[in-house]
């Protein structure tokens, strides 16, 4: 049974910090895409950033710049560091994950995603 569980979501201040984490299991971590997918209120899903099982990174142009995504495969765990947070990155943040042959980022911002985590809210305020 595929389980990705997302932690690390909080209210935090405008210019501030937060680092969200995805405990991966009953897959092959290290031959799964990861990426992070947030959705605000009233808006469309959007994809946040990926990195490939090679470690290829891609972001939104939202988010260049401000935000890191990284995995450990000792931990199967992948991460989403976000600094310089907004208002506007207030949403609930989801953490994805499909088994791809690595490739560019730009590909893996493509990709469908197979499996998904419950979510965890991010809140900035102003």
């Known amino acids: 049974q595929v389980q990705l569980v997302e932690s690390g979501g909080g209210l935090v201040q405008a210019g501030g910090s937060l680092r969200l984490s995805c405990a991966a299991s009953g897959i092959i971590f290290s031959m799964n895409a990861m990426g992070w997918y947030r959705q605000a209120p009233g808006k469309q899903r959007e994809l946040v950033a990926v990195?490939?099982?090679?470690?290829?990174?891609n972001y939104a142009d939202s988010v260049k710049g401000r935000f890191i995504i990284s995995r450990d495969s000792a931990k199967n765990t992948a991460y989403l560091q976000m600094n310089s947070l907004k208002p506007e990155d207030t949403a609930v943040y989801y953490c994805?994950?499909?088994?791809?042959?690595?490739?560019?980022?730009?590909?893996?911002?493509?990709?469908?995603?197979?499996?998904w985590g419950q979510g965890t809210r991010v809140t900035v305020s102003s």
């Open positions: 994805a994950a499909t088994t791809y042959n690595d490739c560019s980022g730009r590909l893996a911002f493509n990709l469908k995603y197979d499996y």
């Open positions: 990195i490939t099982s090679g470690r290829n990174t």
